[in-house]
C-alpha cells in the first residue's frame, strides 16, 4: 500500500500560514530554541498536555466523563518521569500546533506525523503508526468494495478538522467532496443522520467503544493511507524531545506500552518497530 504524502502546494500553504502565526506573534522558533518546556515543567511542577478527542488515543469515558485513552497512560508515564502534576487543556485539531507555540501547553498528545506539522512543530521518535479508513451505514455496505467506490462525484464524506485524516483524505479523494467537522463525534453523527455518505479516520477510532460506531461498518479492503505517530513538542526544542524520546523507550522496554496497546483495543501491529 502507498504511503501517501501531500503535495508542495499543501505544504507551500502551510509554511505560509507559518508565516502569518509569526508575524502576529504566534510562533517564535527563537523562543522555542532558547528555552525548554522541559525546565519550565520542572520549575511549575505542572506537565501542561494539549488533547482534542481521537478515539482510543483519547476520548472522554462515558460512564466517568473523564478523559481515558493510550494518550492518558503514555502522559502519565512521562509527567511521572518530571516529578510533575498532569494537567489536560482539550483543545481542537485545527488549532493544538497554534496553542502549543504560543505556550497554552507544555506538549500535545501522539499526533500522526505529516510534513506540515513538521514545519510548525518538533516530533518525537514515532512509536505508534495509524491506518486510515472509511466507515458507511449498514444500508449502504453492499454498494462499497474498497474505499476507491467513494471518490466519486456526489460523495460526501466527513473527517475531524485538522486532523491526518483530513489532510490524507484531501491528497487521495480526488473526486468526493471531504468535508471538515468540529472533531470525531460530529463526523460520526453527519453519517449516521444521512448528512454524509462516509465518515473517514483511523481503524483504531473505528473500536466498538467509539461513540456511534456501532450504527456505521467499515468499508472493507486496505486503508487509503497510513502514517507514522509521536508525541509533539514545540519547533526547536529539542532538550524536551530528547525527554521524551528517552521515556517513551523506557516505557516501551518495560513492557507497558504493549500492556497499554492492548488495553486500549488497539492492534499491537499499530506500534512501531
Known amino acids: ?23 502576529s506573534g504566534h510562533l517564535s522558533v527563537a523562543v522555542a530554541q532558547a528555552s525548554s518546556a522541559y525546565d519550565a515543567v520542572l520549575k511549575r511542577g505542572v506537565l501542561r498536555v494539549g488533547w482534542a478527542p481521537w478515539f482510543p488515543y ?31 487543556v482539550e483543545d ?50 453492499a454498494r462499497y468494495k474498497t474505499w476507491k467506490d467513494l471518490d466519486r462525484d456526489g460523495i460526501n464524506i466527513t473527517v475531524a478538522m485538522g486532523s491526518n485524516t483530513a489532510l490524507y483524505a484531501k491528497q487521495v479523494f480526488s473526486k468526493a467532496r471531504i468535508v471538515e467537522m468540529k472533531g470525531e463525534p460530529e463526523a460520526v453523527t453527519a453519517v449516521v443522520t444521512r448528512k454524509s455518505d462516509a465518515w473517514a479516520s483511523t481503524y483504531s477510532a473505528f473500536s466498538g467503544a467509539a461513540p456511534g460506531r456501532d450504527q456505521l461498518v467499515v468499508v472493507p479492503g486496505e486503508p487509503f ?49
Open 58 to 88: 483519547a476520548y472522554k469515558d462515558p460512564k466517568t466523563n473523564q478523559v481515558a485513552g493510550l494518550t492518558i497512560d503514555v502522559m502519565k508515564e512521562v509527567a511521572a518521569s518530571m516529578k510533575a502534576e498532569l494537567r489536560l
Open 1 to 23: 500500500m502507498q504511503h501517501f504524502r501531500p503535495t508542495r502546494r499543501q505544504i507551500g500553504i502551510s509554511l505560509a500560514s507559518l508565516a502569518t502565526l509569526a508575524a
Open 92 to 141: 481542537g485539531w485545527g488549532t493544538m500546533i497554534a496553542g502549543l507555540q504560543a505556550d497554552k501547553f507544555d506538549i500535545l498528545m501522539p499526533m500522526a506525523v505529516t510534513p506540515p506539522r513538521e514545519q510548525a512543530a518538533t516530533f518525537t521518535d514515532p512509536f505508534m503508526k495509524t491506518n486510515l479508513g472509511l466507515m458507511v451505514r449498514p444500508a449502504d455496505q
Open 225 to 273: 493511507a497510513f502514517s507514522p505517530v509521536g508525541l509533539v513538542t514545540r519547533l526547536g526544542d529539542t532538550r524536551m524531545r530528547e525527554h521524551l524520546n528517552a521515556t517513551l523507550a523506557k516505557f516501551r522496554s518495560s513492557g507497558a506500552l504493549l500492556a497499554a496497546v492492548q488495553k486500549q483495543g488497539l492492534d499491537v501491529s499499530e506500534i512501531m518497530n
